[in-house]
């Protein structure tokens, strides 16, 4: 005789049955089931009861896409990294209805590639868009569909161009030479590239042996060199 319960619920007769056939039960997910058994033969021998505990996944695991730094925030939405930038495809199963059967593996293939398996950092070094497609699979076979994230590439510099007003009087040597009250300026783009361009974040400058500072605005020189 085969005896189960529902969660905390009452125990209920299963099955009766003679003989070594088996037999599946069909639970529902996010349920607990238990189960015990006792057995007798044709000598009306009767065995210690038997016990265990079952429960019923049926929810798939998640993958998920993260990027560290450097990384930004496209203005019309989208996500921007560097090819120095390590990214990560990773996978978790969650619980529901208190049950977990815990993640199998996770995977992951770049713009329609072969699908191999995540958990590593791995880098884009091409300029562009590229779509990361990831799925993961449970340890009781519940697999996730497949799961898209978009991330474009921008591995091309700015670049800065120094200005000065008045417009300089001069040039010799190599330098500029520049009236009385003249003061420079700092103008920086970040040409696209693969069709995409990061923004420029800032500008730093240094003035003769000084240290690295931000620009801010225009700067004013003193007399020489």
Same mark, same amino acid.
């Given at each position: ?96 209805? #208190? +049950?977990?059967?815990?993640?199998? *593996?996770?995977?992951? !293939?770049?713009?329609?590639? %072969?699908? &191999?398996?995540? $958990?590593? @950092? ?76 990061? #923004? +420029?974040?800032?500008?730093?400058? *240094?003035?003769?042996? !000084?240290?690295?500072?931000? %620009?801010? &605005?225009?700067? $004013?020189? @003193?007399?020489?060199?």
């Amino acid at each position: 005789v085969v005896f189960s319960k529902e969660d905390d619920g009452a125990w209920q007769t299963w099955r009766t049955a003679r003989g070594d056939g088996g037999d599946s039960f069909n639970g529902t997910a996010g349920h607990r089931y238990s189960f015990y058994s006792v057995a007798w033969d044709q000598a009306g021998n009767v065995e210690a009861a038997q016990s265990r505990a079952m429960a019923v996944d049926a929810s798939a695991p998640v993958s998920r896409f993260t990027a560290g730094s450097p990384r930004a925030e496209l203005a019309q939405g989208g996500l921007i990294v560097s090819p120095r930038t390590d990214l990560l495809v990773s996978g978790e199963d969650p619980v529901s209805g #208190g +049950v977990a059967s815990g993640l199998d *593996r996770v995977e992951y !293939g770049v713009d329609g590639g %072969a699908m &191999g398996l995540g $958990g590593q @950092a791995f880098r884009l070094g091409t300029e562009g868009l590229h779509v990361v497609a990831s799925r993961a699979r449970d340890r009781v076979g519940n697999e996730e569909g497949p799961r898209e994230s978009r991330v474009y590439v921008d591995g091309t510099a700015p670049r800065t161009e120094a200005s000065a007003k008045p417009a300089p009087g001069l040039e010799a040597g190599g330098a500029l030479i520049l009236g009385a009250g003249a003061v420079v300026g700092f103008a920086a783009q970040d040409p696209v590239s693969g069709g995409v361009a990061a #923004g +420029v974040h800032h500008t730093e400058y *240094r003035l003769d042996d !000084g240290a690295v500072a931000e %620009a801010g &605005g225009e700067l $004013g020189l @003193a007399e020489g060199r």
